[in-house]
DNA sequence: GTGAAAGCGCTAACAG
DNA sequence: CTGTTAGCGCTTTCAC
């Protein structure tokens, strides 16, 4: 088929309008390449290279240069990016696994690392990664281009096996720094942002906490959990009950409703490890009768517009998402320039709203 | 610096390990060629490319394809996709165009498209497109990879103006299928949706009705309030009320301020153009001291699962988002064989849940 | 200041 | 059954 392709595209090489022509079966037109454009601008093949490449200045003169950009115009040549990829044995592109899309986090996380990549000329492609955390299977075979280095956001270390196998730079986001072998890290000061929601519970009164956390296995997680043990440790409050749950709304509500009527004193307060197991909580105290925040407190984490889309709105931690993808970029380039790269944790503030209140009296 | 690197890789052409071996500034292991696995294997590299390929059978003996084999895993043998997809001339990649991310409905038709694009062997890669449903500027900067065709979904018809001068076949799905140039089309029966929703608000005895709609110049958008219109026409109720707005929640809870607190009779019901705006008028009901449904009947449009996160829960109008990935994809694929494309138009359901209820008497 | 030429790594036709 | 060969379109020396 290639084949016919060219007989079709060049069979009249030496003679008649060569351009616009049909190519192959369906109706597209046979793109124009650099000789095509060196030929109607009668000037070497090399030369449009140097022109469409900005790399001309003190090689080629003025009028010729504007010719051939007049020509390629014309012609509506672009570029065939898999020739100069293989030229240039680089792609200036790079990976970004996610483990879901649907999660404003990732979003915002894109929207910082394409930024940081366009200021170097380097474009993004997004791999949400079938398995969640888990095991990212081959995502070349998903995002078939080639690349110059991968960026992976909170999966679990091991989940990148296959992907490290192509033996391209990886940058971790949001990962455990100590156990991996990623080329960098960027991180999120995770325990200190779980501190800050135990501190203000506290000075609200409550000591009977409930924790419903993500029953995921991944590094941010088991932060989360060690750092809410650290910050009540010595303190008169306590968790009373903590019960995990998958990362949505429904399993949050159910996970919820044990901590709310299992066994044992209720929790005056939920912190939960993110906003949709907030939005749960929300939802199990409502319909155990339970006024948020007058009976109960809930807190979230992430910041989600999710966040205060539910009334009353959600106290939680901020994440800089797109600081994240930024930083994780840059840490990229640092890496593909051979540059050191030095691992970073970011801050992330809590953000008080209507969701928490004073401890019931008792 | 591409000279080094090959100086650095292939200097030893003739003598000593090739393979690993230090390339460029940063330690990565410059990956072998098929020539390199030829040369191990004591084959030509005909034949790696052969058995590679899977297209060996009856060409290259099992013994040697295994041997090729045994060589590719032992240096760790990776095809280069540049070098493929020049040599091809397609990539088996399509570029997914969408206005947002952080939307549901966009990721699970992702979700769809990858599904029905892996069943033939090609790729996706998403493209959020900077401007929302505006002006897609220049993917093929962001997303470098060369590509075989490209699925724009909810885009305004002349946001991809820039795309389409690739000369690549298009597919639009969610647009509409008059004004298009695009080789196919795949729609949702978005004006039996509203209808579905119209219907239903009759029923429950709705006659005074505000219509929160998205301030968003797209086809799905106005189909709506069309339908709308249509759906109302000789009954005996009617849009009291139309407020625009921005689709985020918070503009939504302005807008039904507006709509609920302006001059004029109060509506019984509110129709919103999507989930968030309608999470935005819950959220202005409850500030208003309004109880959802009791006071006030609130719909959205997508089913998003923030339609369920909110309490009460929302009727609206599920959309088989995976459906239409499925279906575009498959009309892509479809349209780069040369097949006809036929046009498509998916059936749309009414979920009804708790935040529709009987209008209040009068 | 411009052109000629050498490949990047791969696939597929063709020759043995 | 296996090997040789001719490029895909581009970038980058190196001659002129």
Redesign the interface.
């Known amino acids: 088929m ?1 084949a016919d ?1 060219r007989e079709v595209g060049q069979g009249d090489d030496k003679g008649g309008p060569r351009w616009p022509t049909v190519r ?3 109706a ?2 046979a ?1 124009a390449t650099s000789r095509d454009v060196a030929r109607a601008a009668g000037v070497s093949q090399a030369t449009v290279s140097l022109v469409m490449g900005e790399k001309w200045r003190g090689r080629v003169s003025e009028p010729t240069a504007e010719a051939v950009r007049g020509a390629a115009r014309e012609l ?1 040549y ?1 570029p ?4 100069r ?5 680089r ?3 790079a990976l970004l696994v996610v483990p ?3 999660n ?1 986090f ?2 915002r996380l ?1 929207t910082g690392a ?1 930024r940081a990549a ?1 200021e170097h000329g380097v ?4 791999y ?1 990664s079938p398995g969640g955390t888990g095991p990212a299977p081959d995502p ?7 690349l110059d280095g991968v960026i992976a956001s909170s999966m679990a270390a091991d989940a990148l096996t296959d992907i490290r ?5 990886l940058v971790m986001l949001d990962s455990d720094p100590e156990r991996t072998d990623a ?1 960098a890290t960027v991180n999120l000061d995770i325990a200190d942002g779980m501190h800050q929601v135990a501190r203000h519970l506290l000075g609200l009164g409550h000591r009977r906490i409930g924790h419903i956390a993500a029953g995921i296995d991944s590094w941010t997680f088991r932060v989360r959990a060690r750092a809410l043990a650290d910050a009540l440790q010595g303190t008169a409050a306590a968790v009373v009950r903590t019960e995990h749950a998958a990362l ?3 399993a949050g509500r159910r996970a919820a409703e044990r901590a709310l009527t299992g066994p044992g004193p209720r929790p005056t307060a939920l912190i939960c490890d993110g906003d ?1 197991l907030a ?2 909580a ?2 199990a105290a ?2 155990l009768g339970l006024r948020v925040p007058d009976d109960l407190s809930v807190t979230g984490f992430d910041d989600l ?2 966040a ?4 009353p709105e959600l106290t939680t931690v901020r994440l800089p998402a797109e600081a994240v993808g930024e930083a994780g970029m840059r840490a990229l380039m640092a ?4 540059k050191p790269a030095e691992a970073t944790a970011l801050p992330v503030g809590l953000v008080a709203r209507r969701s928490t209140g004073p401890a019931a009296g008792k």
Chains 1, 2 share one sequence.
């Open positions: 290639a392709e192959g079966r369906h597209a037109a793109r509506g672009r065939n990016l898999a020739a990829n293989l030229r240039l044995g792609t200036r592109t879901a899309l649907t404003d990732f979003a894109y394409a366009a474009g993004v492609v997004l949400p070349f075979a998903s995002a078939r281009a080639t196998e192509g033996g391209l730079p080329a949505d709304v429904h949709m939005a749960g929300c939802k409502r319909r517009p999710l205060t889309a539910l009334e890496v593909l320039d051979g």
